[in-house]
């Protein structure tokens, strides 16, 4: 079938070309060997090809990069690093590269991800081991992964794992990522700053569950972590005993 115009006045539209193509490398901009122009290729990975590009991602670096919002060091455990703090780290990527949405996107996935490791922590803390998948669909109606994310801080907090501050935290990214995320009418007018706050948040939340604090210039084991990291140690002589 023939395409029509459905504008009543055949007047021309404004259109992007090729939005999804990145100029430092895609064909046919870059041929296969022709050098990348790193600078270049930072402009075009941000969208941003003024003269101050370059001092912009270090603004943006900085605003996250305060003492307050920093971790200094956290347990080198598989779940930790993988669920909680390489995300957060692409979430501030993604912050500094001007990919405001992709870190609301990041914050989001980390703040439930902390939940349920928060889940975990109390669990093995309250009884020396992880509640049972029975267990948790006895309690819950089903497992506390597949809660919803606001029924799962509800539960913490009923429980008293989840401090009041932290609680809002969660909840606070938990409402920022729902509306840039499920709402087409959402304005991006105030994403910068909705970023921000998402990551600041989240940070909040991993650095409760995973920070190793200092005293007396030693870093020291949380009692959580202790009894998690104990339990990890435990399954594994237990699963190469046998």
């Given at each position: 079938?023939?395409?029509?115009?459905?504008?009543?006045?055949?007047?021309?539209?404004?259109?992007?070309?090729?939005?999804?193509?990145?100029?430092?490398?895609?064909?046919?901009?870059?041929?296969?060997?022709?050098?990348?122009?790193?600078?270049?290729?930072?402009?075009?990975?941000?969208?941003?090809?003024?003269?101050?590009?370059?001092?912009?991602?270090?603004?943006?670096?900085?605003?996250?990069?305060?003492?307050?919002?920093?971790?200094?060091?956290?347990?080198?455990?598989?779940?930790?690093?993988?669920?909680?703090?390489?995300?957060?780290?692409?979430?501030?990527?993604?912050?500094?590269?001007?990919?405001?949405?992709?870190?609301?996107?990041?914050?989001?996935?980390?703040?439930?991800?902390?939940?349920?490791?928060?889940?975990?922590?109390?669990?093995?803390?309250?009884?020396?081991?992880?509640?049972?998948?029975?267990?948790?669909?006895?309690?819950?109606?089903?497992?506390?992964?597949?809660?919803?994310?606001?029924?799962?801080?509800?539960?913490?907090?009923?429980?008293?794992?989840?401090?009041?501050?932290?609680?809002?935290?969660?909840?606070?990214?938990?409402?920022?990522?729902?509306?840039?995320?499920?709402?087409?009418?959402?304005?991006?007018?105030?994403?910068?700053?909705?970023?921000?706050?998402?990551?600041?948040?989240?940070?909040?939340?991993?650095?409760?569950?995973?920070?190793?604090?200092?005293?007396?210039?030693?870093?020291?084991?949380?009692?959580?972590?202790?009894n998690y990291l104990k339990n990890k140690l435990t399954s594994k002589s237990s699963t190469k005993s046998s």
């Amino acid at each position: 079938m023939a395409g029509r115009n459905i504008l009543d006045n055949d007047k021309p539209i404004p259109g992007w070309l090729r939005p999804l193509s990145f100029i430092f490398c895609d064909p046919p901009f870059r041929s296969d060997n022709q050098p990348i122009d790193p600078s270049f290729l930072v402009k075009d990975l941000c969208q941003d090809f003024s003269q101050e590009s370059l001092e912009n991602i270090r603004k943006r670096c900085w605003l996250l990069s305060s003492p307050e919002f920093d971790i200094v060091l956290v347990p080198n455990e598989k779940k930790i690093l993988e669920k909680l703090v390489w995300p957060l780290r692409k979430a501030k990527q993604a912050f500094i590269l001007n990919d405001f949405l992709g870190c609301i996107a990041l914050c989001g996935m980390v703040c439930e991800m902390a939940m349920i490791f928060l889940f975990e922590l109390a669990a093995i803390q309250a009884t020396g081991k992880p509640i049972s998948t029975k267990q948790q669909k006895q309690i819950f109606g089903c497992t506390f992964e597949k809660l919803g994310q606001e029924k799962r801080i509800q539960a913490l907090c009923q429980a008293k794992f989840l401090g009041e501050q932290l609680a809002k935290d969660a909840d606070s990214v938990r409402k920022i990522r729902r509306q840039y995320l499920h709402f087409l009418s959402k304005s991006y007018g105030k994403i910068e700053k909705d970023a921000e706050d998402a990551y600041k948040a989240s940070l909040r939340v991993v650095k409760s569950l995973a920070d190793l604090p200092i005293s007396n210039w030693k870093f020291l084991i949380p009692e959580h972590l202790t009894n998690y990291l104990k339990n990890k140690l435990t399954s594994k002589s237990s699963t190469k005993s046998s």
